[in-house]
């Protein structure tokens, strides 16, 4: 799934992409083998060897690997903060879904956005927007279209950024939340639309399930 934000006219127009879909190789579920409500790839898809520079309140600005802590839980998404309909929302859907667990496991949750367009995204813009979501957050920013590109193609993200006419910008960047452990291998992940409900019933098993590393 990729989304086509065309910022000139104001138009939010969803694209799905079959190739996106395709590199998700087996979908969980109730009646599925693994029990979650998300795309759950049929191999290890490990992408613990990425980082990016974390511009939140713990990296500032330090490069910082795409993993979790210890025994708990990140939640990865490539979007931007000029996104007008499906960025707040994803981002909206999440806190919901995190503030559906126990207090406790609430701490094990962190969220982390990392900006397909680093150039109308400044580290105070890309701070102020993923704070307002979130307590727990980080947020990557890198001005190295190599190294962006590196890290969405390890998760099988895709952006980019183009001039249009008139002076604007169009933005294509798909639209899933990737679930990734302190192994860094990506456990799950969410389309765009995912109810916020089934977003934390995966939280929930996936918690459970790692709960022997935090001991």
Known sequence: ?????????????????????????????????????????????????????????????????????????????????????VCPTTLGDIRSAIRRLPAKDRQRVEVAMATVDPTRDTAAVLRGYVGHFFSLWRAYRTTDPAALMAAEDAFGASSSVTRAKGGGQEVMHSAFTYVVDDQGHQLVSWPFGMRSKDMAADLRTLLSSNQGAQQ
Request: charged share 15%.
């Open 1 to 85: 799934m990729r989304i086509v934000n065309r910022v000139v006219r104001g138009v939010l127009t969803a694209v799905a992409v079959v190739g996106a879909v395709l590199t998700l190789q087996a979908c969980g579920g109730t009646d599925g083998p693994t029990g979650l409500k998300g795309f759950v790839p049929e191999s290890a898809n490990d992408v613990g060897g990425i980082s990016l520079p974390d511009i939140g309140p713990v990296g500032k600005g330090s490069e910082r690997p795409l993993t979790a802590a210890p025994g708990d839980l990140l939640l990865v998404y490539f979007g931007y903060t000029s996104c007008p309909d």
